[in-house]
């Protein structure tokens, strides 16, 4: 009896809905429905357990067990199959109807599937989606495909499983918010950096290149073009990134410290893989910070919270940080508005700032709270969703760089919010790359090499005036009387390039003609030091006679990825106001003069990488469906990758053959790398940063 008793007890810790076995001839009743299962199955599990059987034992177990003993199960209509209650809505318990049109408990179905039963106890018919609670915290009946795995063989339904759900207690014991987010962490300690040499001695560079070496003496020209390409400082050789594979690597780099925030959407639509691989990418951010780098992280749904003020991943920096992100559950609306502005809070209030600041924004839906509708086809109103700090502040504007995911997400408000902001928007088509899609951005943010540049530029021949400035997004400006003008272009990430068309007005002469200077100014992330570079003067020769000279490479390059610009800016509108073949028609004009160029027919590799992204883009122009589902976000996120001339990602991959010129720096490429190299391995091995928590 010892041993019954025991085993009842262990079916008991299982959570199963039993009742004692008989003791001195008295047997405990209990009415039907009462703890979720009937009696007689009750007993079975108690006779089964006195009988020595091992394993779990569900109440569908039981059930199968007292049929074949004779007793007939009913399966009338109304009632539960497994404890026989009676099932009726809106009497507070969740109902479950299978495939096969069989309904149960929620509660009883649960339990029976949670041990590997994937089949129906009435007709025994196979289910391809079965209930699972722990992939769906925020709704009591969600389900998931088998995929003819079972829980213990899918790392991602595993990663849902290892925190179970405590809304309810953290509902109870969460504290509120402080009125002001000046609690965040102190910066790292200025002794600890006292050995490390931070000054370098690699500076960025400025090159020019005229439309044409040579102009005849008699002409005089309205539109001469004039490349200004810029590249930021080379990554420092001791440029160090945490290592997942190895934590003891981490160390104090030469590298700039970073303030980041990021905001999650944990609304009801990222419930299950989506919530799996949002948690998984967000573990592999936070082992690439280092010690000097500070984390926020705000999750928002509904309303947004703040998981924790901006903290030091140091080890154990890291460690809350993780549990923290781990715990997150899904559930409620998109109220983009609401996290923003805590983000900005966060900002603003802080008590101490490292040189560089970001935001990281990912949603898969569309604000349900702060958005105008769309009127016979006008533009939504986006601006409630943008802080006015951002949009205010130029000169000290915090990028944030906006991650649409799935073909549910509003691409057209994460671009505005990002175009404002100084940021980028990025197209995260397949759930599989969400992680290489933030490792890119990460890499270039753990770069920063310069801050704040502005290149200027001063015309010199008195007969030389600056007619315009093409720099898509950066803020510029030219003076009244064209003598001089400037580019705010801000930060740029070790490695990054720019390139600035100006046209100028050349006069008639008979000598050599200095058209313009050009310099920059700019400061050192590191030491804060202001760092000026003068550029050579641009000059041309004014021979007598018309010389035959090709037009220059680098300044035909870049009117062709400008015109591509404007054409797919030109296309979207189009496919905007529902004449999508006139769209496509843009595009394919714009193909065949990019063919006809002087650099596309010397064999540049930036016109190949154009015009396999306007056919790409032509292709998801084919109907109006999947112009919805991903046209237009592909479109989006490659205007804000052309605008700031920044790596964005793009459809299904942040590695597809339209991006061979994707501005990609080194630093992201390294960190795309090892993205590649420990996302799925890691987990399936055990090795996540969040599967240890």
Known sequence: MEGAWRKVRRALGLRLCVHAPRVGGCERRAPAGVGGCRRDVAVTVAASAAEGESGPITPADALRRSTS??????????????????????????????????????????SNVKHGNYVCPVCRAKWKEIPCRSLSSNSPAGRIGINQRSPQQDPLMALNRQVPNRRRDARRLRTPEPADYNDDEPLQHKEAFDNLNFGSSRTAGISSYPEFLAVPQSSSIDGFDILIHVKAPTA???????????ESSVRSTSRAPVDLITVLDVSGSMAGTKLALLKL???????????????????????????????RMSHHGRQQALQKINSLGAGGGTNIADALKKAMKVIEDRSYKNSVCSIVLLSDGQDSYNISSNVQGTSADHRPLVPSSIINDERNMVPLHA???????????????????????????????????????????????????????????????????RCGSYPSKVARDGRNGSVDIGHLYADEERDILLAVTIPKSREQTSLLRVACAYRDPVTNETIKIQGDE?????????????????????????????????????????????????LEDCRRVLSESFASQSGDRLCMALDAELREMQERMANRQLYE?????????????????????????????????????????????????????????????????
């Not at 926020?296 to 998981?307: C, D, G, K, P, Q």
């Not at 649409?404 to 691409?411: I, M, N």
């Not at 590695?655 to 061979?660: A, E, K, N, P, Q």
Request: one cysteine or more; a neutral charge; charged letters at 20%.
């Open 403 to 469: 991650f649409g995911f799935g073909a549910d997400h509003d691409s057209d408000t994460l671009h505005s919010i990002a175009e404002a902001s100084g940021g980028t928007f990025s197209f995260i088509e397949d759930e599989g790359v969400m992680q290489d899609a933030f490792a890119q951005c990460i890499g270039g943010l753990l770069s920063v090499a310069v801050r704040e540049m502005r290149l200027s530029m001063e015309c010199v021949d008195p007969g030389v005036q600056l007619c315009s400035i």
């Open 538 to 586: 641009v000059k041309i020769k004014r021979p007598t006679s018309i010389v035959s000279e090709p037009v220059s490479i680098e300044v035909d390059r870049e009117r062709n990825r400008i015109q591509a610009a404007n054409s797919i800016e030109s296309a979207r509108a189009a496919a905007e106001r529902g004449t999508l073949s006139e769209a496509v028609t843009i």
């Open 629 to 693: 589902a991903s046209g237009r976000a592909y479109m989006l996120s490659g205007l804000s990758s052309h605008s700031w001339q920044r790596a964005t990602a793009r459809g299904d991959s942040t590695d597809s053959t339209t991006l061979v010129y994707s501005y990609q720096t080194p630093s992201m490429v390294h960190m795309l790398q090892d993205s590649q190299n420990h996302s799925w391995r890691s987990l399936m091995q055990g090795n996540s940063p969040l599967s240890r928590q």
């Open 236 to 246: 420092s050789p001791d440029h160090v990134t945490v290592s997942l594979a190895n």
């Open 281 to 311: 990418s967000m573990g592999f951010v936070v082992q690439h910070l280092g010690p000097s780098d500070r984390l926020s992280v705000i999750a928002f749904s509904s309303t947004a919270r703040r998981l924790f003020p901006l903290r």
């Open 69 to 110: 003993r004779g007793r007939s199960s009913s399966s009338s209509k109304g009632k539960c199959a497994i404890c026989f209650a009676t099932m009726r809505s809106g009497h507070g318990q969740a109902l479950f109807t299978a495939e096969c049109s069989h309904m149960f408990h929620f509660q009883c179905i649960s």
